[in-house]
């Protein structure tokens, strides 16, 4: 299948970098809708300025050359 999925995971408080990166513990999933190879292209930057990073995906459609991105802007929370 080329559905695909981010898997999200928070780094810790003391140096930023997530640990036991298992699927189960990713503290967010996004998938894609069937046959869209969501995922294949991401970019992070402060997208809307609030001093959060947000999180752009990439989605392919299987059916046309075309594509679309999703925006999932970040917050203390993580992103939504």
Do not use: H
Request: hydrophobic share 35%; proline share 0%.
């Amino acid at each position: 299948s080329s559905q695909g999925r981010v898997y999200v995971f928070n780094g810790n408080s003391t140096n930023g970098i997530a640990s036991n990166l298992l699927i189960s513990n990713a503290n967010q999933t996004f998938t894609g809708l069937g046959s869209s190879r969501f995922g294949s292209k991401l970019a992070m930057a402060d997208f809307n300025g609030d001093g959060f990073g947000d999180l752009a995906v990439c989605e392919f459609l299987s059916t046309s050359v075309s594509a679309s991105i999703n925006y999932y802007l970040g917050s203390a929370n993580g992103f939504g």
